[in-house]
């Protein structure tokens, strides 16, 4: 008798603890319902579409009825494409310069706003401002001081006898847009490494003090490391960022002059909403989206056991 | 009392049926939510004259109502209204402004087959014309039906024109543009914006095509490339690096009107930034000549355009032809004010004046030079037909001129670029079912 109520209970508890939903968990789910239905809708119905419509021939025009299955074509397609390869390549260029430059920038920024200078309230707000102002604004005024003939910056360039084209000119139109995601990303890295730096143990610094390291020895042995996860973090969240940068290539260049600054976003772009392409575009949606995923890990194995509190 | 538990299957199970419940419907293709006014898509912003188009339509037709919405005619806009006639949103009569998404929307069962009922109206037997088409046939079937006509001139400022003592053209090559062109430069002011398309004033319509294959072997293409960089290189044309970094090509009208270049080949829906001086503030005249010859031929750059199409789900079709027949017949005036000549010619050449020249023509305009370009002259419009990989092509063109009006590539070497891309579009449009 006792050993069946012990097995009941038992049976009990995994079921509460287990498979089962109490009904007040129903609140709890009314409560996320609104942002669960729009995640289904928004994200999950779409990103299931494009995994499905990447083995297909569909246009779009030719509604439900027109979606013709061709199994990996797409997939081979893609493979002899240049000019997939060609976007991957910008993208990869794009990714290696802008991402760093931006996290290397954002921690010495971050670091310099550590320190007690005058006004650094306000100067951490301006250095903030480029991550939440309007892309249209930032690329329009970007347009005209890139302006090779009229714009402030070759103005001052011109001292020292240089005059890029910048958006004007297939070798320069990459690098500007890598300048304005650094510009544009360098005040929310420091943003953050700010309140990481914030959290760093002081008592390790104290020690280190005692011990007369040097300014050097204990950024590398004690602020890096436990910067590391916060590193890592913006490493990971600039690189998708950037592999899906589109706004202000749409807005500036549209990909030109030529094809310099297509892509793999508005490569896609052009394949789906300018050819119709559907099926195709999907296809460059999976690989891409397999290849960001690939990178992703990667970058979060590399930091494996190397942070201060692992 | 046993209190039920739920699994998360059932959970999961009974959002996503909730959200089937409330997304389902908003997808219905059947009847729900059809209204009963005829709905009608266009690009052309109501006050610039549809609403005016509507309204004569609902006089004359008391038995019929008009909802006119307007779309942005860009990719997104254009998305969306593919979008809705796919999704069955009440549509029953739409504008299609660009070829690549005419040849999909017609070659996709989106276009009403119309041929019947043109063929039986003695007033629309022109658009069955095949030579100078206005209409586009699809597998021998009318699907969509031009409301404009929209040829290209080159306009003159004329104060500028004056300064320089430069005659005015009647007829002219592509030489003695660019002869011109060199003749009207000076310190503040570049002869042209552009030079107008030598390569379809000399092969006409459906001119990117050559059988099964595209036709950029033509040397026109190469001459048409090689000259603008000419120009752009000896100061002539407006140079390429302020067009792109600038997007002037949207706005060419602000240079103009700011004397920034002076000749400038373009087509009746940009005088309407030439009428307003309030708006567009400036204190010219302009003079019209016909676009240049190119080795003896003379097609016109421009077009029959805004095709109107009939949704074949309507269920309002004989309300929804009676107003599309109503549009290219008689209700296309109000139009003019957009610069939108009505492809049927059915108006006078006053209509014409005061339509497209606004309430002081004499001020702004010679009218001597329009009523000889665009009133007494038949110019042969190029309307193309054929337009598979319309839009790969379109943009292969557009890159390689860029990368050779920049310097940056050889005529030569992006022409042939070109051809290798559209070559590759034909081919795999052409593989499609």
Same mark, same amino acid.
């Given at each position: 008798? /006792?050993?069946?109520?012990?097995?009941?209970?038992?049976?009990?508890?995994?079921?509460?603890?287990?498979?089962?939903?109490?009904?007040?968990?129903?609140?709890?789910?009314?409560?996320?319902?609104?942002?669960?239905?729009?995640?289904?809708?928004?994200?999950?119905?779409? $990103? @299931?579409?494009?995994?499905?419509?990447?083995?297909?021939?569909?246009?779009?025009?030719?509604?439900?009825?027109?979606?013709?299955?061709?199994?990996?074509?797409?997939?081979?397609?893609?493979?002899?494409?240049?000019?997939?390869?060609?976007?991957?390549?910008?993208?990869?260029?794009?990714?290696?310069?802008?991402?760093?430059?931006?996290?290397?920038?954002?921690?010495?920024?971050?670091?310099?706003?550590?320190?007690?200078?005058?006004?650094?309230?306000?100067?951490?707000?301006?250095?903030?401002?480029?991550?939440?102002?309007?892309?249209?604004?930032?690329?329009?005024?970007?347009?005209?001081?890139?302006?090779?003939?009229?714009?402030?910056?070759?103005?001052?360039?011109?001292?020292?006898?240089?005059?890029?084209?910048?958006?004007?000119?297939?070798?320069?139109?990459?690098?500007?847009?890598?300048?304005?995601?650094?510009?544009?990303?360098?005040?929310?890295?420091?943003?953050?490494?700010?309140?990481?730096?914030?959290?760093?143990?002081?008592?390790?610094?104290?020690?280190?003090?005692?011990?007369?390291?040097?300014?050097?020895?204990?950024?590398?042995?004690?602020?890096?490391?436990?910067? $590391?996860?916060?590193?890592?973090?913006?490493?990971?969240?600039?690189?998708?960022?950037?592999?899906?940068?589109?706004?202000?290539?749409?807005?500036?260049?549209?990909?030109?002059?030529?094809?310099?600054?297509?892509?793999?976003?508005?490569?896609?772009?052009?394949?789906?909403?300018?050819?119709?392409?559907?099926?195709?575009?999907?296809? @460059?949606?999976?690989?891409?989206?397999?290849?960001?995923?690939?990178?992703?890990?990667?970058?979060?194995?590399?930091?494996?056991?190397?942070?201060?509190?692992? | 009392?046993?209190?039920?538990?739920?699994?998360?299957?059932?959970?999961?199970?009974?959002?996503?049926?909730?959200?089937?419940?409330?997304?389902?419907?908003?997808?219905?293709?059947?009847?729900?939510?059809?209204?009963?006014?005829?709905?009608?898509?266009?690009?052309?912003?109501?006050?610039?004259?549809?609403?005016?188009?509507?309204?004569?339509?609902?006089? *004359?037709?008391?038995?019929?109502?008009?909802?006119?919405?307007?779309?942005?005619?860009?990719?997104?806009?254009?998305?969306?209204?593919?979008?809705?006639?796919?999704?069955?949103?009440?549509?029953?009569?739409?504008?299609?402004?660009?070829?690549?998404?005419?040849?999909?929307?017609?070659?996709?069962?989106?276009?009403?087959?119309?041929?019947?009922?043109?063929?039986?109206?003695?007033?629309?037997?022109?658009?069955?014309?095949?030579?100078?088409?206005?209409?586009?046939?699809?597998?021998?079937?009318?699907?969509?039906?031009?409301?404009?006509?929209?040829?290209?001139?080159?306009?003159?400022?004329?104060?500028?024109?004056?300064?320089?003592?430069?005659?005015?053209?009647?007829?002219?090559?592509?030489?003695?543009?660019?002869?011109?062109?060199?003749?009207?430069?000076?310190?503040?002011?570049?002869?042209?914006?552009?030079?107008?398309?030598?390569?379809?004033?000399?092969?006409?319509?459906?001119?990117?095509?050559?059988?099964?294959?595209?036709?950029?072997?033509?040397?026109?293409?190469?001459?048409?490339?090689?000259?603008?960089?000419?120009?752009? /290189?000896?100061?002539?044309?407006?140079?390429?690096?302020?067009?792109?970094?600038?997007?002037?090509?949207?706005?060419?009208?602000?240079?103009?009107?700011?004397?920034?270049?002076? $000749?400038?080949?373009?087509?009746?829906?940009?005088?309407?930034?030439?009428?307003?001086?309030?708006?567009?503030?400036?204190?010219?005249?302009?003079?019209?000549?016909?676009?240049?010859?190119?080795?003896?031929?003379?097609?016109?750059?421009?077009?029959?355009?805004?095709?109107?199409?009939?949704?074949?789900?309507?269920?309002?079709?004989?309300?929804?032809?009676?107003?599309?027949?109503?549009?290219?017949?008689?209700?296309?005036?109000?139009?003019? *004010?957009?610069?939108?000549?009505?492809?049927?010619?059915?108006?006078?050449?006053?209509?014409?004046?005061?339509?497209?020249?606004?309430?002081?023509?004499?001020?702004?305009?010679?009218?001597?030079?329009?009523?000889?370009?665009?009133?007494?002259?038949?110019?042969?419009?190029?309307?193309?037909?054929?337009?598979?990989?319309?839009?790969? @092509?379109?943009?292969?063109?557009?890159?390689?001129?860029?990368?050779?009006?920049?310097?940056?590539?050889?005529?030569?070497? /992006?022409?042939?670029?070109?051809?290798?891309?559209?070559?590759?579009?034909?081919?795999?449009?052409?593989?499609?079912?």
């Amino acid at each position: 008798m /006792a050993t069946a109520t012990v097995v009941a209970a038992g049976t009990k508890a995994r079921t509460e603890q287990g498979s089962g939903i109490r009904p007040s968990g129903w609140i709890g789910f009314l409560f996320i319902a609104p942002n669960l239905l729009g995640v289904i809708a928004f994200t999950l119905i779409p $990103l @299931i579409s494009v995994v499905v419509l990447a083995f297909t021939d569909w246009n779009l025009v030719s509604g439900l009825g027109g979606i013709t299955f061709n199994g990996i074509d797409n997939f081979v397609a893609i493979a002899r494409d240049p000019g997939f390869w060609h976007a991957i390549g910008l993208t990869l260029v794009y990714v290696v310069v802008s991402v760093p430059l931006t996290v290397v920038l954002g921690l010495a920024l971050g670091i310099a706003l550590n320190r007690p200078l005058p006004g650094r309230a306000v100067l951490r707000a301006i250095f903030f401002l480029p991550y939440i102002v309007n892309v249209v604004a930032i690329g329009m005024t970007w347009l005209m001081l890139m302006n090779p003939k009229a714009g402030l910056v070759n103005q001052v360039l011109d001292a020292f006898g240089v005059q890029p084209g910048w958006f004007a000119s297939s070798h320069w139109a990459l690098p500007a847009l890598i300048v304005m995601a650094v510009w544009g990303g360098v005040g929310y890295c420091s943003l953050i490494y700010l309140s990481a730096l914030q959290d760093a143990p002081r008592q390790l610094y104290e020690a280190a003090d005692i011990d007369g390291a040097s300014a050097w020895s204990k950024f590398r042995v004690i602020t890096w490391p436990s910067l $590391l996860p916060t590193t890592i973090f913006l490493l990971v969240t600039l690189i998708i960022g950037a592999s899906q940068g589109f706004g202000l290539i749409a807005l500036i260049t549209a990909g030109g002059p030529g094809d310099a600054t297509t892509t793999i976003s508005y490569y896609m772009y052009q394949t789906g909403f300018q050819f119709y392409r559907f099926g195709y575009a999907s296809a @460059i949606g999976l690989v891409t989206f397999v290849g960001v995923l690939v990178l992703t890990l990667l970058t979060w194995r590399a930091q494996r056991g190397r942070a201060l509190n692992d | 009392m046993r209190r039920k538990r739920f699994s998360r299957r059932e959970v999961l199970a009974g959002v996503g049926a909730g959200l089937a419940a409330a997304v389902v419907p908003g997808c219905s293709g059947g009847d729900g939510g059809r209204s009963g006014a005829l709905q009608v898509w266009g690009g052309v912003p109501a006050a610039s004259g549809p609403a005016d188009v509507v309204k004569a339509f609902q006089e *004359k037709f008391p038995q019929y109502k008009v909802n006119y919405t307007r779309f942005v005619n860009d990719d997104r806009g254009n998305l969306k209204l593919d979008t809705a006639l796919q999704g069955g949103v009440d549509i029953d009569v739409y504008f299609t402004y660009s070829q690549g998404a005419m040849a999909l929307r017609a070659g996709s069962g989106l276009a009403a087959d119309l041929t019947d009922r043109v063929k039986a109206d003695p007033d629309l037997q022109v658009f069955l014309d095949t030579e100078q088409p206005r209409s586009y046939i699809d597998n021998g079937k009318v699907k969509a039906l031009a409301t404009a006509r929209e040829p290209f001139f080159v306009l003159f400022n004329e104060k500028l024109r004056q300064q320089a003592g430069v005659e005015l053209p009647q007829s002219w090559t592509i030489d003695e543009f660019r002869a011109t062109a060199k003749r009207l430069t000076t310190d503040k002011t570049v002869g042209t914006y552009t030079l107008p398309d030598v390569a379809r004033i000399a092969l006409g319509p459906n001119y990117w095509y050559d059988g099964n294959r595209s036709n950029f072997g033509d040397p026109h293409f190469e001459q048409g490339f090689r000259l603008g960089r000419e120009m752009i /290189a000896e100061g002539t044309a407006f140079p390429w690096t302020e067009v792109l970094s600038r997007h002037l090509d949207a706005y060419q009208q602000n240079s103009f009107l700011g004397e920034e270049f002076h $000749l400038w080949s373009t087509a009746p829906f940009n005088l309407r930034y030439l009428y307003d001086a309030k708006k567009y503030p400036h204190d010219f005249k302009v003079a019209f000549a016909p676009s240049p010859t190119v080795d003896g031929q003379n097609w016109n750059g421009g077009s029959f355009s805004n095709f109107i199409m009939v949704n074949p789900k309507s269920p309002k079709f004989e309300a929804a032809w009676a107003f599309v027949k109503f549009w290219l017949t008689e209700g296309a005036t109000p139009m003019l *004010k957009g610069g939108k000549m009505p492809a049927l010619g059915n108006v006078t050449d006053e209509q014409i004046v005061s339509g497209m020249l606004g309430k002081e023509p004499e001020k702004y305009f010679d009218l001597e030079s329009f009523r000889r370009v665009v009133l007494t002259s038949d110019p042969k419009l190029a309307t193309d037909t054929r337009l598979t990989g319309f839009p790969e @092509i379109s943009l292969a063109v557009k890159q390689q001129r860029d990368l050779c009006w920049l310097g940056e590539k050889d005529p030569g070497v /992006a022409i042939r670029e070109v051809r290798r891309l559209a070559d590759a579009a034909i081919a795999r449009n052409e593989r499609r079912p």
